[in-house]
Nanobody, 112 residues
Framework: QVQLVESGGGLVPTGGSLRLSCAVSGYNSRIYYIDWYRQAPGKERDLVASIINGDRTTYADSAKGRFTISSGSARNTWYLQMNNLKPEDTAVYYC??????WGQGTQVAVSS
């Protein structure tokens, strides 16, 4: 059974950092493309960052210079390092690997 688990969220003050993790288990093929999204209360789900083939990365303007998406050393694991967090980064964060269903997400809250 394929499982997607996002973790690493929490409550941090403005300027703090978090490292989100995403792991897929029970899937035999390597996944080459994943996105991180976020959804704030009452808003649409927005794309934050993407990684292709483990090294090609793209970022939303809001994430550039503060967030870093990367692949883990373990197969089908990824991270989103978030630095200098702002209250407007408060949202549920989701990773979306290619061909894998959405998970439950992980809550990030940044206090002002």
């Amino acid at each position: 059974q394929v499982q997607l688990v996002e973790s690493g969220g929490g409550l941090v003050p403005t300027g703090g950092s978090l490292r989100l993790s995403c792991a897929v288990s029970g899937y035999n093929s390597r996944i080459y493309y994943i996105d991180w999204y976020r959804q704030a209360p009452g808003k649409e789900r927005d794309l934050v960052a993407s990684i292709i083939n483990g090294d090609r990365t793209t970022y939303a303007d809001s994430a550039k210079g503060r967030f870093t998406i990367s692949s883990g050393s373990a197969r089908n694991t990824w991270y989103l390092q978030m630095n200098n967090l702002k209250p407007e980064d408060t949202a549920v964060y989701y990773c979306k690997p290619d061909r894998i269903k959405w998970g439950q997400g992980t809550q990030v809250a940044v206090s002002s």
